[in-house]
């Protein structure tokens, strides 16, 4: 595999995140069924791609350099 990604885009890893907190909140006396786990997954994700878009076009916005074609 030579393609790499930072960590917060693995959906693994925030599955295992999301998993720990689950873990942690039944611990705590917290229902959690898988059900709410994929909600949270799903929820996480799509958050992650509106920051993501929102990111990069702030950091396109305050370029000191502009866009080539080539």
């Known amino acids: 595999m ?3 990604k930072p960590w917060w885009q693995s959906r693994t890893l925030l599955g295992a995140f999301i998993t720990l907190a689950s873990a942690a909140a039944s611990a705590s006396g917290l229902q959690v069924d898988s059900a709410l786990q994929g ?3 799903n929820t996480v994700t799509a ?3 509106v920051v993501g878009a929102a990111i ?3 950091g396109r916005l305050k370029a000191d350099s ?3 074609a080539s």
Request: no cysteine.
């Open 2 to 4: 030579t393609d790499s």
């Open 47 to 49: 958050a992650g791609s």
């Open 66 to 68: 502009k866009l080539s």
């Open 56 to 58: 990069s076009i702030w």
């Open 39 to 41: 909600d949270v997954m």
